[in-house]
């Protein structure tokens, strides 16, 4: 079988094009960058143990796997995560969010005299909080989160990026007792029984759902937020694709103002957020 054989073998199971190019990469042991590789190289041989790695990896993906489990890393912002099954594969979606901070932070910083501080909640591989730290150093950044084995993934992220975030575990805002510039999250928000589980099966439930309506996090952190964030602080949330209206009425129902969505790229109300008043 020639490379360009694999290929087609995987996306005769049902795979795209660009997973069946990654996953013959992963297989070869090449860096997911060298797809220009796989063009000049097509006729080679594919070799017996990486045609047995790809037969395997390729029946994982086809039965709704995400790549990032099977390849063990995700480019987020600029970097590469190291991601598992332990905690969320990180989404393009959530760079919205990332932007957002990274706007309100240099506000914070062109109107106060101390570096700001930020908390991100629930931060799974560290996505969040790393990309922020690597696009401020100068920030103050920690992390939360109610999962051990989520921790450990965004440790270790943190440790071979070299990125200087202090992590804690909790739940949410619980026993948090300093006051932050910017909170940020992305927390579980889809409804317990919403039919988009079925192709999410293989990432972590509590990660995912949040109540009857998906509401519940995100209804516990904004109740917490005001006596958490300073004055002039922001919250700044991600949310599903039609929850924007609810988490505004949160927010404005919790005292925040500027109470504000982002849309992501597909134009779809991805983030909402909203300003502790000064007062």
């Not at 991601?83 to 594969?89: G, H, P, Y």
């Not at 006596?227 to 694709?241: D, F, I, N, S, V």
């Amino acid at each position: 079988m020639t490379i360009v054989q694999a290929i087609r073998y995987a996306q005769s199971l049902g795979l795209e094009r660009l997973d069946a190019q990654l996953l013959v990469l992963h297989a070869l042991g090449r860096s997911q960058s060298e797809r220009a590789w796989l063009l000049a190289h097509g006729d080679d041989a594919m070799p017996d143990a990486a045609q047995t790695q790809l037969l395997a990896f390729a029946r994982r993906r086809a039965d709704a796997e995400p790549l990032a489990y099977i390849t063990g890393c995700k480019e987020f912002y600029g970097l590469t995560l190291q991601v598992d099954a332990r905690v969320l594969d990180p989404r393009a979606d959530t760079e919205t969010l990332v932007d957002w901070a990274l706007e309100a932070m240099d506000a914070w910083i062109s109107a106060a005299t101390t570096p700001p501080a930020l908390i991100d909640l629930g931060t799974g591989s560290g996505a969040i909080a790393l990309a922020l730290k690597h696009s401020r150093a100068q920030w103050q950044v920690h992390a939360l989160d109610f999962s051990s084995d989520a921790l450990a993934v965004a440790r270790a992220n943190a440790a071979r990026l070299n990125l200087d975030v202090q992590f804690h575990q909790g739940n949410w805002l619980q026993g948090v007792e300093q006051r932050f510039s910017i909170i940020v999250s992305n927390p579980p928000y889809i409804a317990a029984r919403d039919e988009h589980l079925a192709a999410l099966r293989h990432e972590p439930l509590p990660a995912l759902t949040s109540g009857p309506e998906g509401l519940d996090a995100l209804r516990c952190i904004i109740g917490a937020a005001r006596a958490q964030l300073k004055p002039g602080g922001w919250l700044l949330l991600e949310h599903g694709y039609d929850q924007a209206q609810a988490v505004r009425q949160l927010l404005t129902d919790a005292g925040l103002k500027q109470v504000q969505s982002r849309r992501d790229l597909a134009g779809i109300e991805r983030c909402s957020g909203a300003q502790n008043p000064l007062d």
